[in-house]
């Protein structure tokens, strides 16, 4: 009887690791369910209305999915991530026991090619080259600024395809959250003439791996920035600054031509 018992335990507990990694998904009316995709999401595509999905605000690889009735039947989910792999999943109602958190894998994707249009196909390679960035292991060093406990600094300028790749780190030494504001890349004359205004051309940013929207006090992240391939004369310098939302502080970093010398191909 005891021996049963044991069985009966070992089985359900491997029927939940099963579960765990397979491509069922539980969710609920009172609860959301946070799908975490390794790359950015590009298509979401839903069996019925029984569901409701929304990707969450300000990032672009995580997905909320909840129920909208109880006890629906079971249906689908499907969705193209970035990096050109399909996702999934059969969906269960659970109100008593719904996945909550789900870091989703690569090997979960469906071993299926995935043909973009080829505006997304070129955003997905893009994204790819941002996480490339971030795994890069040479870092340059001396491009930072530190100001109001918040540290700017470039660890590393990329280029592939006409487009620069700004591997940023940011800290935040306070207590303090910084909201961003804004993230601006621009550039500026070296001297500011009494006789004539100063120019200031600014360069709109491609995309942000991820967007930054926030840095929690006490924390530091890294972060992606892709822009247009550009140049700048010994008479310019080229400034990326970041400005607090409601507030007063910011942090910026100024790089002259020398330091766009550093730039490598990724």
Do not use: W
């Not at 929304?54 to 009735?69: H, Q, R, S, W």
């Not at 071993?111 to 196909?121: A, G, H, L, N, T």
């Not at 940023?168 to 003439?193: A, W, Y």
């Amino acid at each position: 009887m005891v021996l049963d018992s044991m069985r009966n335990a070992a089985g359900k507990m491997s029927q939940s690791m099963s579960s765990a990694n397979s491509n069922e998904l539980r969710v609920a009316t009172n609860k959301t369910t946070s799908l975490v995709f390794p790359f950015a999401i590009v298509s979401v595509d839903k069996g019925s209305e029984a569901i409701v999905v929304d990707k969450a605000k300000g990032v672009e690889n995580i997905l909320l999915v909840k129920a909208y009735e109880s006890d629906f039947v079971p249906t689908n989910l499907t969705i193209v991530t970035a990096d050109g792999n399909l996702y999934s999943f059969i969906v269960n109602f659970s109100e008593s026991n719904p996945n909550i958190n789900r870091v989703v894998t690569a090997e979960l994707a469906v071993k299926q090619e995935v043909v973009f249009s080829p505006e997304i196909e070129n955003k997905s390679k893009i994204a790819r080259n941002a996480n490339l960035c971030l795994l890069k292991t040479k870092f340059l060093k001396g491009l930072e600024c530190k100001e109001f406990d918040l540290g700017l600094q470039v660890t590393g300028i990329y280029i592939q395809d006409e487009l620069f790749y700004f591997r940023l780190h940011l800290t935040n030494d306070s207590m303090i959250n910084f909201e961003v504001d804004q993230l601006r890349f621009f550039i500026r004359d070296q001297k500011k003439s009494k006789r004539t205004a100063s120019q200031e051309l600014e360069i709109i940013p491609i995309g942000i791996f991820d967007s930054i929207t926030n840095v929690p006090g006490e924390s530091e992240i890294d972060r992606v920035v892709v822009v247009p391939k550009f140049t700048i004369s010994n008479k310019k310098y080229l400034v990326i600054q970041l400005v607090e939302k409601n507030g007063t502080r910011q942090v910026s970093i100024k790089l002259n031509r020398r330091a766009l010398t550093k730039i490598l191909p990724l």
